[in-house]
């Protein structure tokens, strides 16, 4: 079966999984998390993509993220895809591929799922039982959108801006939201979403999405209209 086309819109936002080749590692020490994170702002700066939230796994890595225009997620994650390959067979004398192919990504609904999307990528490394708490783990924007460590890469996303008026009141309202676990339906839904190259939210999203892209953005006979957790949260 053909892979679908993805689906874009500039200035909305999208989840972004990509993923070491056969799932195996594409980080081997401190030295390259840091180099991917200088390849990737420089790779966003250079494509005019504001990333909002990320986390560097072993294996894998989760970006939210949203575009000035069409191509410049493709191109940003090409940019610096094929920079981070290098600079990984240079230290580590290897050859070869380092990712798995084509990177993950689905609209995210921003009313109704972005707040759940930035949970769903910082409590990453707390579900596959690496920390107990996200602030414990270095290699993501917890840190950053909860505690106001200085994180240049980043760029605060309207959604994550209406938590609060001053910096302290966003943070003390962001880190209210990891109170809790993402509920079992969100996490299927975003690893879904993500996986199938569906869009992520309501029914009026996705009807808007189909509208201005031609193309299907639900697998046929199914889709939803609700708020998720995370945002009824956040109204509190």
Sequence with gaps: ??????????????????RGNNREACFYNEADYKA??????????????????????????HLLVTPSDRQGISRMMQAQGRKYVQYINLTCG????LWEGRYKSTLVDAENYLLTVYRYIELNPVRANMVQHPSEYPWSSYR?????????LLTPHSMYRQLGKLDTERQRAYRALFRGKVPERDLKAI?????KAWALGD?????????QTGRRSVPLGRGGD????????SQN
């Design 1 to 18: 079966m053909a892979r679908l086309p993805r689906l874009y819109m500039p200035g909305c936002a999208q989840h972004v999984i990509q």
């Design 226 to 233: 609700r708020k998720s957790a995370a945002f009824r949260e």
């Design 144 to 152: 950053s959108n909860a505690l106001g460590k200085p994180i240049q």
């Design 36 to 61: 991917y994170l200088a390849f990737l702002k420089d790779a966003a700066t250079k494509y005019h993509v504001a990333i909002h939230a990320f986390v560097l796994m072993t294996n894998h890595v």
């Design 203 to 211: 029914d009026r999203f996705k009807a808007r999405i189909e509208a």
């Design 191 to 195: 690893r879904e979403a993500t996986n």
């Design 94 to 97: 290897r050859t070869g591929t």
